[in-house]
């Protein structure tokens, strides 16, 4: 998944293509004693026997009241195909739409694990190269149809249109037999899909190869149920049809989005959602530094208010020593780097010279970051909390140190002096223009030519994803699809990957890749992914790793049940409570 796309002045940093202070051969930053905060597993375990609801309640929390949520990271569309950020997944699959399956928080796992949702039980072959699931009877939409096994298919149909939905995961196209070829529904006018048959309840979809993680992807919006006769993709963005328990009442995107109770919602179907709160309402757009300070502040509807934006570093203080039970600190599966262009930067000696130019930790502090807490050093494409992940470091740098002398060397030994860097910056976010004038000033002390390209919010990210437009640094965030290497591995660095913004091409790479996939025992892949992780970054260096995320978010004194959601860094929307 892609990180948070922020709307203005942010202080995560979530799509910020290049920003940091200079260097002179080391870090300026201060130490901190802050220490990173593990999580529970980022959504490892599953329980397939969470069947029946409703949800268990939870011990003194009451129904009733409005929360309130302000965040300066904006939601991008909110069609469930196509929500592809943690934000709008988090938000559509916790509080809205219902999919195959769903993430619950669980207390003894401090952590979230997998359970079924629209799906009471589901079966693989034995190669996982077919999949039947069956559909939960008795869920409704918000206009009191019922969903059918044809509602999910169309949904699985539609999650293929690439075209239609371009900002969308791949994976179906990818995995479903035939998924490559078929255009989807909307795009080529026809649902006719052999790969996916029904059966009464049951809905069975062939794999073009082994799909071990199905169920992982089993909990995305991208696969919930969306009836055929109310998708038109215009009318739906605005106001996806809800069977969870809560649907649209306004939204305006890039701004703002209320959230009232779904009357056809049954608890009694659904065994991992609690509906406490009357309702929701969601700001964006919001300056991070009033925002932190009005939660801060804790005075009348601040008290009923969160966020589920990082802190700034002075706010995180405060609220350390002020307003520590209102902090909710953890981590989050994501790894931030710069992709640089392959066909382009191909001296290796000229991407180990980015590396070494680059102002780690000056950079985090100067967007905002709270140092060890809300970003930490990172060495290997695959973060903490991923099952098999070895700690490596082939450059050097341990994933903080900065030598822009090491890096003119480096330079000078490639006859390199002067190469030119290309790389956005974001015109409409202040922290993303000083940092650029930083970053500049770092690269041009190490001998590159610097040319930040001045761009906007709105434009960037499709700028960004565009292998054409003429930048060779491309700067993002990726996040855990689910916790295996096969949702980083395959869309990054397989050379049609969605999300291959370095336009990384290597035949060897595409072929172990595959064979992890068909040939390797599931038991084996994590190692195996681990493997490829480092031979990717020892033989190619694709990327520089520009660090790892955690959480430290905020709330009022009458919010009750916010923790952190470890597989998006994101509030535990299904257990939320009002204090009375």
Excluded at 35 to 51: M, N
Excluded at 84 to 98: A, D, E, H, K, P
Excluded at 236 to 253: I, N, R, V
Excluded at 268 to 290: I, L, W
């Amino acid at each position: 998944m892609r990180w948070k796309r922020p709307a203005v002045a942010v202080s995560v940093a979530a799509l910020l293509t290049l920003a940091a202070c200079g260097g002179d051969g080391g870090s300026s930053a201060p130490e901190t004693t802050e220490t990173f905060i593990e999580g529970g597993g980022a959504g490892q375990a599953i329980d397939p026997t969470r069947i029946e609801g409703p949800a268990p309640a939870i011990e003194g929390a009451t129904e009733g009241g409005d929360v309130t949520v302000l965040s300066a990271s904006g939601l991008t569309t909110m069609d469930p195909t196509e929500a592809y950020y943690v934000n709008t997944y988090s938000i559509l699959s916790g509080l809205v739409v219902r999919s195959l399956t769903q993430y619950v928080y669980d207390p003894e796992a401090k952590g979230m694990i997998l359970i079924p949702d629209l799906a009471t039980k589901w079966v693989s072959n034995d190669d996982f190269t077919e999949w039947t699931f069956t559909i939960r009877e008795g869920v409704r939409y918000e206009n009191g149809d019922e969903v059918t096994p044809d509602d999910v298919v169309y949904g699985l149909l539609r999650s293929m249109d690439r075209k239609t939905f371009a900002g969308g995961a791949d994976y179906s196209n990818q995995y479903f037999k035939g998924g490559l070829k078929y255009e989807g529904p909307i795009t080529s006018g026809s649902t006719d899909f052999p790969g996916i048959t029904v059966s009464g309840q049951d809905v069975t979809i062939k794999m073009s190869k082994p799909f071990p993680d199905m169920p992982y992807w089993g909990a995305f919006p991208t696969i919930s149920a969306i009836p055929e006769k109310a998708s038109d993709p215009k009318d739906y963005a605005l106001h996806p049809l809800a069977t969870g328990p809560y649907m649209f009442d306004e939204y305006e995107p890039g701004t703002s989005l209320s959230l009232v109770r779904n009357t056809e919602w049954d608890p009694a179907t659904d065994p991992g959602r609690h509906a406490y709160p009357e309702s929701y309402d969601m700001t964006f757009s919001d300056d991070s530094s009033q925002l932190d300070q009005l939660i801060l502040n804790d005075q009348g509807n601040a008290q009923t208010t969160l966020t589920y934006d990082n802190l700034l570093t002075p706010d995180y203080r405060t609220a350390r020593n002020e307003a520590q039970d209102r902090l909710v600190l953890g981590s989050a599966p994501c790894t931030f780097y710069q992709a640089l262009e392959w066909d382009e930067i191909t001296d290796p000696l000229v991407r180990e010279a980015i590396a070494w130019a680059y102002p780690y930790e000056d950079n985090w502090l100067a967007i905002g970051e709270v140092v060890g807490v809300t970003r930490v050093p990172g060495t290997t494409i695959l973060p903490p909390g991923i099952p098999g992940r070895e700690v490596y470091d082939a450059i050097g740098t341990e994933g903080q140190v900065t030598d822009v002398d090491k890096a003119r060397a480096l330079l000078e030994e490639a006859g390199e002096v002067g190469y030119e860097l290309r790389y956005l910056y974001y015109t409409d976010d202040p922290n993303s223009v000083a940092g650029q004038k930083e970053v500049t000033k770092s690269y041009e002390a190490a001998g590159f030519t610097a040319k930040p390209v001045a761009t906007t919010l709105s434009e960037g990210p499709t700028q960004r994803s565009d292998p054409d437009f003429p930048i060779n640094v491309r700067g993002g965030g990726w996040c855990s699809d689910w916790p295996t290497g096969s949702s980083w591995m395959p869309p990054l660095f397989q050379s049609d990957g969605s999300t291959n913004y370095g336009s990384f091409n290597e035949p060897a790479v595409d072929k172990e890749i595959l064979r992890i996939q068909s040939e390797v025992p599931i038991e084996d892949q994590p190692a195996e992914w681990a493997t490829l992780d480092q031979t990717i970054m020892e033989e190619y260096q694709p990327w520089v790793i520009t660090g790892y995320s955690g959480v430290a978010m905020l709330h009022g004194s009458k919010i009750d049940g916010m923790l952190n959601d470890d597989v998006a860094g994101m509030p535990t929307w299904k257990d939320i409570s009002l204090i009375q």
